[in-house]
């Protein structure tokens, strides 16, 4: 009974490449989350969507571009890899008022 | 949001209580305090939450002082299992939108 489910949970690939990651929640949330956490440990948010629509966007490149077909999932797809990409991304999920927040298991990206 | 301010690492002997210090001066009345942890690159998770009053669960209990300007999570009977990074975040509770992590406090419990 899974809350949070990211695939894939490792993800090794080269610098210029295009990856995604995808995130699905089974809590009937509606709103979903992207998170970066670097090698310093440091917990970021990316992106937030409510109802399937963007309402965070925290300066992120323009090459990182979340996809939320349903509100049951937030996909984050990466164009160009470049090293600094290189760390572990938590989706998240809550209900609209922000409670009852949980988050994935996180996804372990190495650029190359 | 308020700005919390943690020690950035803390020793506890297992079987021991753990009591963790959070400093939120500037928190307004009705910001909540709420507490997670990540143990080991794992997603982060949920502890416990309070407003005014200390709050207790099976995980741990929750201190707030009177002023509110301070907390102290309490990890009755640590366990090696314990050990993880734990953040205290201020916000408002019944507003969506993010929680934003600090540094957090690395915990490590030694047997």
């Known amino acids: 009974d899974t809350a949070v489910s990211q695939t894939p949970k490792y993800l090794v690939t080269q610098m210029g490449n295009d990856k995604s990651i995808k995130c699905e929640q089974n809590l009937g949330h509606d709103t979903m989350y992207w998170y970066k956490q670097d090698s310093k440990k440091f917990l970021k948010i990316m992106f937030s969507?409510?109802?399937?629509?963007?309402?965070i966007n925290e300066t992120v490149p323009n090459r990182f571009s979340p996809k939320s077909p349903d509100k049951a999932h937030l996909n984050l797809h990466i164009n160009s890899l470049e090293l600094g990409d290189s760390a572990v991304y938590f989706c998240a999920s809550s209900l609209t008022s922000g409670r009852d927040f949980r988050f994935g298991p996180g996804t372990r990206l190495t650029v190359t | 949001d308020a700005k919390t301010t943690q020690p950035p690492s803390m020793d506890c002997a297992e079987g021991r209580a753990a009591n963790l210090p959070c400093n939120h001066s500037t928190i307004s009345g009705n910001e909540y305090v709420y507490w997670y942890r990540q143990i080991h690159s794992q997603g982060p998770q949920y502890i416990i939450h309070g407003l005014k009053n200390n709050e207790t669960n099976e995980m741990a209990s929750l201190i707030i002082t009177e002023d509110r300007k301070s907390s102290t999570l309490i990890l009755p009977h640590a366990t090696l299992r314990d050990t993880a990074v734990y953040y205290c975040i201020v916000r408002v509770e019944g507003q969506g939108g993010k929680l934003i992590f600090g540094q957090g406090t690395e915990l490590s419990v030694k047997p």
């Open positions: 969507y409510n109802n399937k629509e963007l309402i």
